[in-house]
């Protein structure tokens, strides 16, 4: 795809997000649309997957470390075929297949539970050496939050993987510099956070994450690593897309009322058409 046709997939998988936060009245849409981009190039570029076959062993593997945007996943799960989009709406509802966090047992698509912080990469870390052990050639990804990298089992889980050179493995940062209590240099900065994988032996990758030519050249330059591991630190805008929104911690974890819902698909309309001309 073009990067053309990938803006026009993210705005309806940022909607999708909006569409089903409003509705629960609950949900975390801040990181689900700073990452929205992120999602759209891992489901329909990057990764080799099969909506119609969720569970063929030999797709790649995605894990949402920071398991609370499963709005953003479940929204680009949608627009990719693996369920209806009609489904969002049912977001947080009970009974809903999709619920806060994400469940692997029955939401298609899923291949991890997740939600509690810092515990998401480790199970990617055990995928990766799977593959390696068995001889399998999926790769897997996983997104963590840069708030999330305070917890220290990620670096457990990293100097793992650096030691194993588990180059199958690419670990994504979601590094839009908020978290739920405030900026991450103000709660307990994880900074610099390219030199800490570089010390657990990562490649590791700078980007603007809003930016699908560089999502792009950082992937490809991530296949085509070989002996390490690659971190991608993404560099976000948290609730890009919505003008309200962006860069407003108060968003880490709230749903719009219905005026507010109103301006904010109105926004992703305009940008929706904007693409378009």
């Not at 990719?80 to 969002?88: C, T």
């Not at 603007?208 to 690659?230: C, H, I, S, V, Y």
Request: aromatic share 8%.
């Amino acid at each position: 795809m073009t990067d053309q046709e990938l803006m026009k997939i993210a705005v309806d998988v940022r909607k999708g997000i909006i569409d089903g936060v409003h509705a629960a009245k609950a949900g975390h849409p801040g990181g689900s649309l700073s990452a929205a981009d992120i999602y759209t190039y891992l489901y329909f570029e990057e990764m080799n997957i099969d909506p119609k076959d969720p569970k063929d062993p030999k797709r790649d593997r995605f894990v949402l470390s920071k398991g609370h945007t499963a709005p953003g996943l479940y929204s680009v799960l949608a627009n990719r075929g693996y369920f209806p989009v009609e489904d969002l709406l049912t977001l947080r509802h009970t009974g809903s297949h999709l619920q806060g966090h994400p469940c692997m047992q029955h939401t298609p698509g899923v291949d991890m539970s997740s939600g509690s912080l810092g515990q998401g990469i480790s199970a990617a870390v055990g995928m990766a050496l799977s593959a390696k052990l068995f001889g399998d050639d999926y790769r897997v990804y996983t997104l963590l939050g840069d708030g999330e990298i305070e917890e220290g089992q990620v670096w457990e889980a990293s100097m793992f993987a650096g030691h194993r050179k588990l180059d199958n493995l690419v670990v994504i940062v979601d590094n839009n510099g908020l978290q739920i209590d405030g900026k991450i240099d103000d709660v307990c900065s994880p900074n610099p956070i390219d030199k800490k994988f570089e010390a657990f032996n990562f490649h590791v990758i700078n980007i603007d994450g809003n930016d699908f030519g560089e999502l792009r050249k950082a992937f490809e330059e991530a296949r085509n690593t070989k002996g390490m591991p690659t971190a991608i630190i993404a560099h976000t805008l948290k609730g890009k897309g919505v003008s309200f929104m962006e860069g407003q911690v108060g968003w880490h974890g709230k749903a719009p009322n219905d005026e507010e819902y109103a301006i904010a698909v109105e926004d992703l309309r305009k940008a929706g058409e904007a693409l378009c001309q």
